[in-house]
Nanobody
Framework: QVQLVESGGGLVQAGGSLRLSCAAS????????MGWFRQAPGKEREFVAA???????????DSVQGRFTISRGNAKNTVYTVYLQMNSLKPEDTAVYYC????????????????WGKGTLVTVSS
């Protein structure tokens, strides 16, 4: 059974930091590009960041460039982990953050997604 499970969301003040984690299991996710998307209330889901299967390439949305960092952790017992380090958070970063997996980093960036997580809520207070 394929699962992408996000964790690490919560309430933080503006200027603070959070680290989101995504635990991916059920497939050989080392062969997948991974990404993060977010959806704020009343808005469409938008791309945030993506990382290639090797971890050697990353893409970021302009709105988070320089503040967020996506990375891949080491696999443990066939569970692959992807992180999103979020610094200098702003109220406009408030959203449900979703982990995603796709065949290529370009595909993930273009929303060609094979698997989605259920999301974790991040709330940034002013």
């Amino acid at each position: 059974q394929v699962q992408l499970v996000e964790s690490g969301g919560g309430l933080v003040q503006a200027g603070g930091s959070l680290r989101l984690s995504c635990a991916a299991s059920g497939r050989t996710f080392r062969n997948y590009a991974m990404g993060w998307f977010r959806q704020a209330p009343g808005k469409e889901r938008e791309f945030v960041a993506a990382i290639s299967s090797s971890g050697g390439s990353t893409y970021y949305a302009d709105s988070v460039q320089g503040r967020f960092t996506i990375s891949r952790g080491n696999a443990k017992n066939t569970v692959y982990t992807v992180y999103l380090q979020m610094n200098s958070l702003k109220p406009e970063d408030t959203a449900v953050y979703y982990c995603a997996a796709g065949s290529t980093i370009v595909g993930v960036r273009q929303r060609a997604i094979d698997y989605w997580g259920k999301g974790t809520l991040v709330t940034v207070s002013s």
